[in-house]
């Protein structure tokens, strides 16, 4: 590692002078980082797809080609359901999208069957010179429109993958029982999550944990974590909870694409409310975790936000970090999450492109202090009460609660756990959100609203 570039950010740390800074450019975690993106071909791209028409009963297949070698490369494929937009990770590369109507049922294409493919191959998810390598590129909504007319290039028979996938599915993450002394959250693991978020996710990927047996007569509450944090961020919390309530543990590389990222949980709370519970779902996040989940909230379908109720969040940064800015404009190598994480990215516009489900309650906590009960500050030690405070998503919020503590220790602050309480034992009743004034750091709903 080079002194000169240690150097450079010891400097620049210094002179912004946050926390969130240091998390993010310490130089041995960028060498890291360095590593496990190299390895990636440089950086990642997402492809988008949008809903493919189906009939009625019909299975689509969808599936990722890599254009290199001799001949194509199967790299990823999916099932969506009916109105349900696709997103894929992948390294810079040039990939076609192949789709399929499965009318028989066999995970084989068959000419005849209903078939498109990208209009004009190969699509592209990067610019592999220079800086420009870490461009962080989307191609967006691509339609596809199947037709009997047209036949695929190529064969296509997942017949014996795709029964194998349903069997291992119960062996991955997916409400899978844990405990809190699970090694996936430990601080090296976080660390690996932030800084090598490609090796994180071969190693331990992505999780939804039950900390018991999913019961059908509880709530569930899902928890997510902000960047370089775990589930085990709520263990005081959830102590004080009652046990009426069925937690479920989002755990994710907080490296990556917050897009990628809200895909998964999307596509785990959509079959959960789905297939799993008949109950309504809970959700109290963190940090960036708010920024994550409510872009899963404007993926699922009307159907699924139906079941949602409370949706709680802490200290989230609604109007991006500055910090990410700057390690997208100057760090030698580029998180993916830095880019949805810069004020004005695409993400952030396109979370708040659209509102919330009118059923979804949100609440939406601040931190002002860096001390418990200190003074009020501009910042919470991390992130602005100004990005916290951001109009849209104050404009959307049921009320807003104000903490004085810092960005850590609003989750385990007795204020916003009895709020917390208060709100999640009300979820679906009339009248106006609780005044709780635990400190004077509280803002009460009619005080929010003079903030919209």
């Not at 090598?196 to 569930?220: I, M, N, V």
């Not at 404007?298 to 949706?311: H, P």
């Not at 810092?406 to 005044?435: D, F, K, W, Y």
């Amino acid at each position: 590692m080079e002194v000169g570039i240690h150097m450079k950010y010891v400097v620049l740390t210094c002179k912004l002078g946050i926390a969130f800074l240091i998390i993010f450019l310490q130089a041995c975690a960028i060498y890291d980082l360095k590593g496990d993106v190299d390895r990636a071909d440089s950086s990642y791209g997402l492809l988008r797809v949008a809903p493919i028409d189906r009939t009625p009963g019909s299975d689509i297949l969808l599936l990722v080609y890599r254009q290199t070698g001799p001949g194509p490369q199967l790299i990823n494929h999916r099932m969506p359901l009916a109105g349900q937009e696709s997103l894929f990770l992948v390294p810079i590369a040039e990939y076609r999208i192949v789709a399929f109507e499965d009318v028989n049922h066999d995970f084989i294409y068959q000419p005849g069957e209903p078939a498109a493919s990208s209009d004009e191959p190969p699509l592209y998810t990067g610019v592999p010179r220079g800086k420009e390598a870490l461009q962080y590129e989307s191609v967006e909504s691509l339609k596809l429109h199947l037709s009997a007319d047209y036949q695929l290039p190529w064969s296509v028979d997942l017949s014996a993958q795709m029964p194998q996938e349903q069997i291992s599915r119960a062996k991955q993450n997916y409400l899978q029982l844990t405990t809190w002394d699970n090694p996936a959250f430990s601080e090296d693991n976080v660390r690996k999550g932030l800084w090598q978020p490609l090796t994180f996710y071969e190693q331990t990927g992505y999780g939804l944990y039950l900390l018991e047996e999913l019961d059908p007569a509880k709530q569930p509450l899902l928890l997510v974590h902000g960047i370089n944090g775990s589930p085990l961020n709520f263990r005081a919390l959830a102590a004080e909870l009652s046990e009426d309530y069925q937690l479920l543990l989002f755990q994710y590389p907080s490296g990556f694409s917050l897009e990628y990222s809200a895909y998964v949980l999307h596509r785990a709370v959509s079959d959960f409310l789905g297939h799993r519970t008949n109950k309504e779902l809970h959700i109290l996040a963190h940090s960036m975790g708010g920024l994550l989940s409510r872009g899963m909230l404007l993926l699922n379908n009307a159907e699924t936000n139906a079941r949602i109720s409370t949706y709680i969040t802490l200290a989230t940064p609604w109007s991006g970090h500055d910090a990410a800015r700057l390690g997208v404009e100057w760090a030698p190598v580029i998180a993916p999450v830095w880019r949805s994480m810069a004020p004005d990215s695409s993400y952030l516009q396109r979370i708040f492109a659209e509102p919330l489900a009118e059923s979804i309650e949100h609440y939406l906590f601040f931190s002002s202090a860096h001390s418990r009960n200190g003074p009020s500050k501009g910042d919470d030690g991390v992130v602005t009460v100004r990005s916290q405070l951001s109009y849209h998503a104050q404009k959307q919020a049921s009320a807003v609660y104000g903490i004085e503590d810092n960005h850590s220790g609003i989750i385990n602050n007795p204020c916003t756990i009895a709020t917390v309480q208060m709100l999640l034992e009300r979820a679906n009743i009339a009248g106006s959100p609780p005044r709780l004034k635990c400190n004077p750091g509280f803002l009460s709903t009619d005080q929010a609203d003079g903030q919209k």
